[in-house]
């Protein structure tokens, strides 16, 4: 019975250092433990009399012994579901850390930073998941970005430099284009239902079966870009 708890008690610790390896979280599984063994302790004393008057003194220190190791099993459970609980936590907070920090590098005036960050959103698959919908991305240098099935739902990308990115399936509804460069920019099948694209530049754009029910075109320029129908814009 002993040798199998002890089995018991390494495979546990075993799953909680799997679970737990690379995250500092040494103090509060140290201090964790110390009460669990404080209150098994405790148990083992408080159950002594019990053990003696039940089983005799001759089997009183088994029946401590047992009761310990009983109450030691019992703690140890709600330490790893503590630990676990707290290294998820902990494990989201990076990731929205993480999520926050490209956000701000796509937004970036440097193409260098801003082609990292969406490489590794995309990698993440981050760049389709929702996260980037109304981001703050004006004046972002984003030439030339693959930006292919981004969800930039009211995106403000105010003067952003889009040319020659990748746009295709892109969701634009909503978003804020305004004065953004565009030019040689795909934007096939782009959703751009309500975006404001007044005064954008959207010179030789392809916007072949893009939606624009409902987009703002004021004062942008579309000289020579390839409308949702096919046709050149003269």
């Known amino acids: 019975m002993l040798q199998r708890m002890a089995r018991w008690l390494l495979n546990a610790g075993r799953t909680l250092w ?28 408080v159950a002594s009399s019990y053990g003696t008057t039940l089983a005799g003194e001759w089997f009183a220190p088994l029946y401590l012994l047992g009761v310990f190791l009983s109450h030691l099993v019992v703690n ?5 579901v503590a630990v676990l609980v707290i290294d ?27 082609e990292e960050a969406v490489r590794k959103l995309r ?22 970005a693959q930006l292919m099935g981004a969800d930039l739902q009211g995106a403000d990308l ?7 990115a990748n746009l295709q399936h892109a969701d634009l509804q909503n978003a804020n284009l305004q004065r ?11 959703r751009l239902q309500g975006a404001n694209l007044q005064g954008a530049n959207l010179w030789r754009a392809n916007l072949r079966y893009a939606y624009l029910n409902g ?7 579309l000289q020579e870009a390839v409308m949702p129908d096919g046709s050149v814009h003269a």
């Open 88 to 114: 998820r936590l902990y494990r989201q907070r990076l990731e929205q850390q993480e999520r926050q920090s490209l956000i701000e590098q796509m937004g970036s005036r440097r193409p260098e930073v801003t």
């Open 215 to 221: 987009a703002r075109l004021q004062d942008a320029n």
């Open 158 to 164: 105010q003067g952003a430099n889009l040319s020659w």
């Open 76 to 80: 140890l459970l709600g330490i790893l």
């Open 18 to 45: 799997a679970h737990t390896k690379g995250v500092p979280l040494i103090w509060p599984i140290l201090a964790l433990v110390s009460l669990a063994l404080a209150v098994a302790a405790l148990s083992a004393l």
């Open 123 to 144: 990698a993440r698959g981050w760049l389709t998941s929702g996260m980037l919908r109304y981001a703050w991305l004006r004046g972002a240098n984003l030439e030339g």
């Open 180 to 190: 953004a460069t565009l030019e040689h920019t795909d934007l096939r099948s782009a």
